[in-house]
């Protein structure tokens, strides 16, 4: 008997509580039939000739026709971009610098409620994530940012920093505007423009954006959208006229733009995949913990690059930490983005869904146990239900590869010193967890775990001022913080 249904003999409480829909309400964003390209202020038809239709993926309902930027389209940008770098934006004194870039956090926080909607529309992530997470932390990027662009003689002293230049930038369609946010407005404080590439399945912030960048009247050239494939990113970083490229995306493609760059002298940041340790100790508050580890990976369902995909539970608390993990994942509405009480919105894409599908068998030909609560998914659209993996060994793919998927391989440990080995046995570097109520064994365990971002009885927790990014294949260079600048600057030394 559950404990609900137990309180129920005593009192009235019912066994299950159904919410009624409360979907945020859509006609806030104004969809146009087709958008172009974004060069040099403008919205431009791209000499390609190509377009391909943007979806819902909770639906599959097509939303718009993007253009599909061509080698000519990518050049054009550049153009654009070197001559407002060369030109109007070469003139702004950092201190205008500042003011277009508090100028944009200030639009965005004003529009939140007409991006939080698109980016649900467009990525299937849950509104309550997108309106509570990803904007706020969008506009927080820009605000810390504009801080820093008059401060930069201070911030690196007797180093005189100089812009890079031209920077290419590609990002990924788990997080499309905050990822965005996290590439521009470190590039602008620095004084560089840029040319940004959004992901193919997630445009419509981006351009909805430019919207933005007109509003704040920036000049002209200084931010460049080219929307499109992975042809469009391999145009920009094939492209002699970008002086660095910032990649977020698969290890698989930062490898090769790395081969590509080698020898070139173009500057290169990559965020990469990663394959996190969400690591329980016997003395960690446990309903604490569970939570963190149902928000370290069935946020933003599991598309995160950190995202706690093998939960370490000591043994001795195994079967406790189970049992309240699978009930509360019985609670988890899964369903559509738009619903303010959805927990877990839509996989990202067919292809995305194809891919974690795929994995899934491998787990239980492999010969792990899984665990789905009872969920009805909506008919169409792409869904996955939250799904716990347990009986799992370190060498199933499930434990090695990364997922980015609502999946958790949970393994277990009996020391602290099996639990950094197993933790850090992994080709990814990327982030970890520690759940503990003893200090020191934080602070030893943070020294040992070889992770870029570790959190400390928390998870998931972002701030434009701390340094994020990853060991190993999980990339280099840091993003967020006075370190997320140095990569947008050149120094005389
Ligand atoms: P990709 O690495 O393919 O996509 C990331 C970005 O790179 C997209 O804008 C993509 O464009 C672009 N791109 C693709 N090919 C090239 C290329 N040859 N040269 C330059 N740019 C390119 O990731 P996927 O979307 O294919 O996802 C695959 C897997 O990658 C996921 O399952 C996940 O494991 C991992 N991933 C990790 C992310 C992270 O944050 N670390 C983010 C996204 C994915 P387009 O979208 O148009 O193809």
Redesign the pocket.
């Known amino acids: 008997m559950t404990e609900l249904e137990h309180k129920q003999d005593r009192a009235p409480v019912p066994a299950g509580w159904d919410y009624a829909p409360a979907p945020e309400a859509r006609d806030i964003v104004q969809l146009e039939e087709r958008y172009g390209l974004f060069v040099g202020g403008e919205l431009v038809e791209p000499r390609s000739g190509e377009w391909f239709p943007t979806l819902s993926p909770a639906t599959e309902e097509p939303l718009a026709q993007v253009a599909l930027a061509g080698a000519e389209d990518v050049a054009l940008a550049v153009d654009a971009a070197r001559e407002a770098l060369e030109g109007e934006w070469a003139k702004t004194t950092p201190s205008e610098r500042a003011k277009y870039l508090y100028r944009i956090a200030r639009i965005l926080q004003e529009r939140s409620r007409e991006f939080a909607v698109l980016e649900s529309l467009n990525g299937g992530k849950p509104i309550k994530e997108s309106r509570d997470v990803d904007l706020p932390l969008a506009a927080a990027h820009f605000f810390y940012y504009a801080g820093w662009a008059d401060k930069l003689e201070y911030a690196f002293p007797n180093r005189k920093p100089r812009p890079v230049g031209v920077c290419g930038q590609?990002?990924?369609?788990?997080?499309p505007l905050l990822?965005l946010a996290w590439k521009i407005a470190p590039a602008l404080a620095a004084g560089n423009t840029v040319v940004l590439?959004?992901?193919?399945?997630t445009p419509l912030t981006a351009l909805l954006f430019c919207d933005v960048v007109r509003q704040a009247e920036l000049p002209p050239g200084v931010v460049n959208i080219v929307t499109?494939?992975?042809?469009?990113?391999?145009h920009?970083?094939k492209h002699t006229g970008v002086d660095k490229i910032a990649?977020?995306?698969?290890?698989?493609?930062?490898k090769?733009?790395q081969r590509?760059l080698a020898g070139t002298g173009k500057k290169l940041t990559l965020?990469?995949?990663?394959k996190a340790a969400n690591i329980v100790f016997d003395d960690a508050a446990l309903d604490q913990a569970v939570e963190g580890i149902v928000n370290g990976i069935y946020f933003n369902q599991g598309?995160?690059?950190c995202a706690g995909s093998r939960l370490f539970v000591q043994e001795s608390i195994y079967e406790p930490a189970l049992a309240k993990l699978k009930r509360r994942m019985a609670t988890l509405r899964v369903g559509d983005p738009l619903d303010k009480n959805t927990d877990v919105g839509a996989i990202n894409?067919r292809?995305?869904l194809e891919?974690i599908q795929e994995l899934v068998e491998a787990g239980k030909d492999e010969g792990a146990e899984i665990y789905q609560p009872p969920c009805r998914l909506p008919e169409k659209g792409y869904w996955f239900v939250p799904t716990v993996f347990t009986n799992v060994a370190q060498s199933y793919r499930i434990a090695q590869e990364?997922?980015?998927g609502p999946v958790l391989s949970v393994l277990t440990f009996r020391t602290p010193d099996e639990a950094v080995e197993k933790a850090n046995n992994t080709p990814y570097g990327?982030s970890a967890g520690v759940w503990t109520e003893k200090g020191s064994r934080i602070l030893s365990m943070a020294s040992k775990l070889r992770a870029g971002v570790i959190w400390a009885n928390t998870y998931n927790r972002f701030d434009p001022t701390s340094p994020f990014g990853g060991y190993k294949e999980?990339g280099f260079g840091r993003e967020g913080g006075l370190h997320g600048l140095g990569p947008y600057l050149r120094f005389d030394e």
């Open positions: 590609i990002i990924p369609w788990n997080f990822m590439k959004p992901a193919e399945t499109g494939d992975g042809s469009t990113g391999a920009l970083v990649f977020t995306g698969s290890t698989e493609v930062g090769a733009i590509e965020e990469l995949g990663g598309h995160v690059c894409s292809m995305q891919k990364e997922i980015f990327l999980s």
